[in-house]
């Protein structure tokens, strides 16, 4: 099998943080939920968030897709409040109820975004980005952690 493209790279995450969010959710029903996979799949979705705008989205504005990304910029902000408001449900490590329909929108807003993502923005990253371009993001893919205190676009004053 050759290298993974940042397309596929980016694909695979998307499926890294569902199976994370799918754990936990399974915990809701059974006993002592367990947080971990959450938090887990809340960070993973953060940074994934972060490497898109801030290095997969100007390329494509650039090559002429300003309206789809200026969509995908604006479902990140709504699922970046979700995102803010599961950390709370989060911190003291218990779980509360409300956690569970906080889930629910998240999953709903994850599986229409992905496909958009999926279908629209990712089959032209291989044309839009730079070898250099590819490289750094397949690099940040791999061991790239989120800026602290970095915000989504749509979420910046």
């Known amino acids: 099998m050759g290298v993974e493209t940042v397309a596929e790279a980016l694909e695979r995450e998307h499926r890294e943080i569902d199976e994370g969010i799918e754990t936990f959710a399974a915990t809701l029903t059974g006993g002592e939920p367990d947080p971990q996979p959450l938090a887990r799949a809340v960070a993973a979705l953060r940074r994934h968030i972060y490497l898109e705008e801030e290095f997969l989205f100007p390329p494509l504005r650039a090559a002429g897709l300003v309206m789809p990304v200026f969509v995908m910029v604006r479902e990140h ?37 992905n496909v958009k993502e999926e279908q629209i923005l990712y089959p032209q990253t291989e044309q839009a980005l730079t070898v250099e371009a590819k490289a750094g993001l397949r690099e940040l893919l791999e061991a790239g952690r989120t800026p602290e205190g970095w915000v989504c676009e749509a979420l910046r004053s």
Do not use: C, K, N, T
């Open 77 to 113: 902000g709504q699922m970046w409040e979700i995102l803010d408001a599961l950390d709370g449900e989060l911190r003291d490590g218990a779980v509360r109820a409300s956690a569970a329909d906080l889930l629910r929108d998240l999953q709903e807003q994850l599986e229409a975004h």
